[in-house]
């Protein structure tokens, strides 16, 4: 659940750019730095998302009081890119699919996604 939670609020910041929320509820360490080099790209060529990236395949590696990995099946199929132009600019050769590996740890309210990597074996 709070990875589908976190892959939302990720969408929806990239729905608007210009406007997106302040992240660190649910997102820490690296996985912020890597959401706010997104959306300052976004915000400096003019684009937007829409639609939301969906976990499938979703299971856990570890668990501790300071670490949860998860790995999940990532689909994209569903996210498009587009300028404010209205033109749309979505990568079709990357794959729409993708096996990845998620550390979550604890935070001021509640576990935040602190790592993602793409897993050994990428492909679902």
């Not at 684009?47 to 670490?67: I, K």
């Not at 990995?69 to 600019?89: F, I, L, Q």
């Amino acid at each position: 659940e709070a990875l589908t939670t976190v892959l939302a609020a990720e969408s929806t910041a990239l729905t608007d750019p210009a406007g997106a929320p302040d992240m660190s509820p649910v997102l820490a360490g690296d996985a912020l730095a890597e959401h706010e080099a997104t959306v300052a790209q976004y915000r400096a060529e003019d684009l937007r998302a829409e639609g939301a990236a969906r976990p499938t395949e979703v299971r856990v590696l570890g668990a501790d009081a300071q670490e949860i990995t998860t790995e999940a099946c990532v689909d994209t199929s569903e996210v498009r890119v587009w300028t404010t132009d209205g033109v749309e600019v979505t990568d079709g050769s990357a794959p729409r699919r993708s096996r990845m590996v998620f550390t979550f740890r604890p935070g001021d309210g509640g576990w935040t996604l602190a790592e993602r990597a793409f897993a050994s074996e990428p492909a679902c």
